[in-house]
């Protein structure tokens, strides 16, 4: 035994050791993570991004690096890359949103150098195929007053800031471009001369200088060594008495200006040259390319009656280009801008150019010569100030069965008829499904149809510069697009008169603004499906807007009436025939600037719609104060309450304080103490009564608020602790309910003020958005989605934002669920909705319920646009993507089988057992 024992011993201290290894290695891989957040296929089923770069401020062909790409440098501090076939984007970086972040130079060749900033300003060089920053270093500016009128190029490898002092002289100076060391003293060129209207054409500096009738044209060449200036009477080029100066767009290879928009003059050999090249349009876009050996003159414009126009001449010659040529109506290009040019020469020695064109819509454009455009960006979309989402009409077959319920009236026979005429509908449906071939796909007028769930829907986006698009939330794709220079989207808002859920009737949307030049009232109507105009079209009003809503009641056509409150307190309602339907109809109004509200009572008195001064609030607390409003946040229309209370833990129900017309005030003022105060005031709208009121000392308020159910949230930076902080509050009734049962709710017969639960929360990062989950009937779990810096979109359950969470839980309040207090909110990587897709930039976040009771749908908008569905109380009502249907059939199958054998068998015993 005592042999055995030593035999045994070694084998059996190995085979410990490997066991121990085997352990490490299944530590180790346990740790190796392939997924995070959703399953890997997954990825884009359910959602989709967009990414943009915004209006084009600079851009340049590069023709150096092996893949061919256009480097461009935007007004929202972003330099990209993009494919040169495909518009795609390749690269991008995008810098600090604050002046810090603005690109004052590009310049591609071998290197690509940028300079960003405002004094310190921060040169760059990138590596143009990957857009890896390879060095950078910094300049600060001496003369900090005039910064802004900087100018900056790159010239002989060196980099020249020219900083010219209006009515004194011109200071210039060089740098190194690969260290930043100052070539030689800075230049104090003397010129009295100079003035605002100077225009640079890279090297000259070209001024108009001197009184109406005598004016002379002044022009000096700001990196010579010997300065000498270029004069020459004004009258000698043009025949006026006054000038104008415009420099040329797209990196102009000659040195050259455009003279009272009407002469295009060259600068050669020191001399000033009229071209013999004649403008076609006096805001035409005007840059002189390289035609391969000579240069030419590309010229673009557009009018309302021929539409887009390209054209080019020979410089010197001023012959016309006939292969760079496009007259074209088709073509819709709101006031184009030429942003680079790139012509070679093909295998059969012809001219092949390349035209980047910015338009005044933001859209992004690559045209050949012939005005062919090969692709197309809507850079708007990286401004969106307002979403809309829209139900999709019901299809054809869905319609006619519909309308058949509807139609109560007539005999039984006729109800009859029309039942067997919509049965043959659907057997001609099924017939010509059966017959198509396979692969084939159906040819339908409205494709755009309701799915049986309600996910697809129409998103309605208004941009920045008043440009409307219809997009497909299921696919990003743009369906329409509606351009109106005219409307100024501060303030914009957006009301669904009527959803595409009454046919015959279509859907309508209206868009109300201000107009760019007057100010006043711009309404845009129009079908959000087909993306025409309907209804009131575009109308332009005489006043002012300062409040606006729809009514509650829809007319004979299902259409809820619009109401206008301008500034003079009159009320203008379209179309003017619903007028006797305006009832019990309250407005406010909110000056944001000195924090005072005043509510509205609109009445009919049997010729017009009156509005009545009801009460008035001053949020700041005096006439004197200086507080601002910063966020309104009121609860959404369609917004539907599950649950009047809730079951506390023993037993008894904590009923909530539901009130339609409760708004959220977020307002910020100096205080002499505390230096800045932050105030959320909730106010009941009808009434103006203040239901619940919160200060916050030594904070300053951030414009992210959520308004749902009984529940509010809003985000402040605390100066104190140097920390971003949320706050949240939640208004009860109490055990006992104060109307009876089941009736409306009425803010004018309310006697008691709600009780309120307060609480707040440390956010250990800094959001940029919030918004909550919406669902169709409320049953689900609210959720705040909030936006980070980071790029980030964190879904946040509002367990953890509650403010009753108690500091030690009690047995009732485990048993109901409460979560323990902790100052600091969680903000789990599982939790982050849009996995490993960066957003950059993300300033709004909107939600919309679908057909599902489960699923929200979420679009978020920035410099990038994101689209995907959430679940807060998981996918209750939809099954499994990997649900098995062959099982289940099978095994139901199997069982109806049995039973069947089992019935038989059990007959045939029972007939035995009878006979016996």
């Known amino acids: 035994m005592g042999m055995l024992s030593i035999y045994l011993k070694p084998n059996f201290l190995g085979l410990l050791k490997f066991l121990n290894s085997v352990n490490w290695c299944i530590v180790l891989f346990s740790l190796i993570n392939l997924s995070e957040c959703i399953y890997e296929d997954q990825i884009g089923k359910f959602d ?57 130079l590009l310049h591609v060749s071998e290197k690509l150098v940028t300079v960003s900033g405002s004094n310190p300003y921060l040169v760059r060089r990138w590596e143009p195929a990957t857009g890896v920053l390879l060095w950078e270093w910094s300049l600060t500016l001496q003369n900090e007053e005039y910064a802004e009128f900087s100018e900056w190029w790159v010239q002989n490898g060196l980099l020249v800031h020219m900083l010219p002092i209006f009515g004194s002289h011109i200071e210039v100076s060089m740098y190194n471009l690969m260290t930043g060391q100052n070539r030689g003293s800075t230049s104090k060129l003397p010129a009295i001369w100079i003035n605002e209207g100077c225009a640079l054409s890279v090297p000259y500096y070209t001024c108009i200088s001197g009184e109406a009738g005598s004016q002379q044209i002044l022009s000096v060449d700001v990196t010579s060594n010997s300065v000498q200036i270029i ?198 449906a099924l017939i010509q499904s059966l017959q198509r071939p396979e692969g084939t796909k159906e040819e339908d007028t409205s494709p755009l149809v309701r799915d049986y769930f309600n996910l697809h829907k129409i998103i309605v986006l208004v941009t920045d510069v008043g440009k409307i698009f219809g997009m497909d939330n299921l696919s990003g794709a743009i369906l329409w697009k509606l351009y109106e220079p005219n409307l100024d989207t501060e303030g914009v808002v957006m009301f669904t008169r009527r959803s595409a859920r009454h046919p015959p ?104 719609v009156i509005a009545q001064k009801t009460w008035s609030i001053n949020l700041g607390g005096d006439s004197n104060s200086r507080h601002r409003i910063v966020k309104v946040v009121a609860k959404s229309p369609s917004e539907r309450v599950h649950s009047h209370g809730k079951v506390l833990g023993d037993r008894s129900v904590l009923y909530k304080y539901i009130n339609p017309n409760l708004v959220l005030f977020v307002t910020e003022g100096p205080d002499p103490i505390h230096k800045d105060v932050v105030v959320a005031t909730c106010v009941d709208a009808v009434s103006g009564v203040v239901a619940a009121a919160q200060a916050h000392r030594r904070a300053r308020a951030l414009p992210l608020a959520v308004h749902t159910d009984n529940s509010l949230a809003y985000v402040y930076y605390n100066d104190k602790h140097r920390r971003t902080e949320i706050a949240t509050m939640e208004l009860y009734e109490g055990k006992q309910r104060w109307l009876a049962a089941g009736a409306a709710f009425s803010s004018l017969a309310s006697e008691r003020a709600p009780g309120v639960e307060r609480q707040a929360y440390i956010l250990p990062a800094a959001p940029t958005a919030a918004a909550s989950t919406d669902t169709e009937r409320s049953l689900t779990d609210k959720h705040v989605l909030l936006a980070l810096s980071t790029g980030a979109i964190v879904e946040m359950p509002w367990l953890y934002l509650e403010p009753r969470r108690p500091v030690t839980p009690s047995p009732e309040q485990r048993e109901e669920g409460l979560v323990p207090y902790a100052p600091e909110l969680p903000l789990p990587s599982e939790a982050v909705i849009n996995y490993n897709r960066t957003l950059h930039r993300i300033n709004s976040i909107y939600t919309a319920p679908s057909g599902l009771e489960s699923t929200s749908l979420v679009l978020a908008t920035g410099l990038d646009l994101f689209y995907t569905r959430v679940a807060p109380s998981k996918t209750f009502d939809l099954l499994k993507d990997d649900f098995d249907y062959y099982l289940i059939t099978v095994v139901l199958a199997a069982l109806i089988l049995a039973s069947y054998s089992t019935k038989y068998f059990a007959s045939r015993k029972m007939l035995k057992l009878a006979w016996k």
């Open 48 to 104: 989709w991004r967009q990414t943009y770069v915004g209006r084009v401020k600079f851009a340049q062909f590069d023709t150096v690096s092996t893949a061919k790409k256009i480097i461009v440098a935007t007004e929202e501090n972003v330099l990209a890359a993009l494919n040169l076939k495909t518009g795609q984007v390749m690269w991008r970086h995008v810098f600090e949103s604050a002046s810090t972040g603005n690109i004052q």
């Open 231 to 428: 004069n020459k009477p004004l009258s000698d080029l043009v025949q006026t008495h006054e000038g104008i100066l415009r420099s040329l767009d797209g990196n102009s290879i000659i040195p050259a200006f455009i003279l009272n928009e009407k002469k295009l003059v060259i600068i050669k050999n020191n001399q000033f040259e009229v071209t013999k090249v004649a403008l076609g349009d006096t805001l035409a876009s005007v840059t002189i390319a390289d035609g391969t050996g000579e240069p030419m003159v590309i010229q673009t414009w557009s009018d309302s009656s021929k539409g887009f126009h390209l054209k080019a001449h020979s410089i010197a010659t001023g012959n016309d280009i006939p292969e760079i040529h496009c007259t074209e109506n088709i073509v819709n290009i709101p006031d184009p801008e030429i942003s680079g040019t790139m012509c070679t020469k093909s295998a059969k020695d012809q001219l092949v150019c390349r035209i980047l064109v910015t338009a005044a819509d933001d859209s992004l454009q690559l045209m050949q010569q012939e005005g062919k455009i090969l692709w197309s960006r809507e850079e708007a979309l990286a401004n969106v100030v307002a979403v809309e989402f829209v139900d999709l009409p019901v299809s054809d077959l869905d319609a006619a069965i519909e309308s058949e319920f509807d139609q109560k009236e007539g005999s039984i026979w006729a109800a009859f008829s029309r039942r067997l005429h919509t049965q043959y509908q659907q057997l001609q």
């Open 505 to 608: 009737h279509d859907a309508y949307l209206t868009i109300v603004g201000k107009h760019e030049e007057t100010s006043n009232g711009l309404i845009i109507s129009l079908n959000p499906v087909r993306g025409t105009l309907v209804g009131e079209r575009i109308l332009h009003l005489d006043v002012q807007v300062m409040q606006c809503t729809i009514l509650h009641q829809t007319d004979n056509e299902k259409l809820h009436a619009l109401l206008l409150l301008d500034k003079y307190e009159n009320v203008q309602v379209f179309p003017q025939f619903s007028a006797p339907l305006v009832e019990n109809m309250f407005l406010y109004v909110a000056e944001k600037n000195t924090a005072k509200v005043q509510g509205y009572a609109l009445t009919y008195d049997g010729k017009e």
